[in-house]
């Protein structure tokens, strides 16, 4: 048998978050994974497509992308794409900033 993949790896990761946050199980599971090399890390669209750097998830400990992994699925919940566009110039990349530092100190709590 071969090395683990990123896929297989990631697949994991999603059965950990699920196991770790079971109130978060259906959001992870419902994340469509579509790899991007190159992109260098994973984000999550509006309609939950997981985009993700195989060399990102390969380079990461499960734990740590189950954790990635709650938090792509919490701004399709909270509607972060949405709610963004529906505030007048808003500046995306500041409103993901703040979407994130929000979303990874309620991951940490939770932990």
């Known amino acids: 048998m071969g090395s683990i993949t ?10 950990l978050a699920a196991k770790k946050w079971p109130y978060m199980m259906a959001a992870v599971l419902a994340l ?6 190159g992109c260098g890390t994973m984000a999550v669209t509006e309609k939950g497509v997981l985009i993700y ?9 499960s734990a740590h992308l189950a954790a990635v992994l709650v938090h792509e699925a919490q701004h399709v919940i909270r509607k972060h794409h949405r ?6 110039l808003v500046n995306p990349k500041l409103w993901n900033m703040a979407a994130d530092i929000l979303l990874v100190e309620r991951v940490r709590v939770v932990s």
Do not use: N, S
């Open 6 to 15: 990123a896929e297989m790896k990631l697949a994991g990761a999603r059965m």
């Open 32 to 37: 469509q994974p579509h790899a991007v090399v």
């Open 53 to 61: 750097d195989p060399a990102f998830v390969e380079g990461q400990k």
């Open 83 to 88: 709610r963004a566009k529906a505030i007048p």
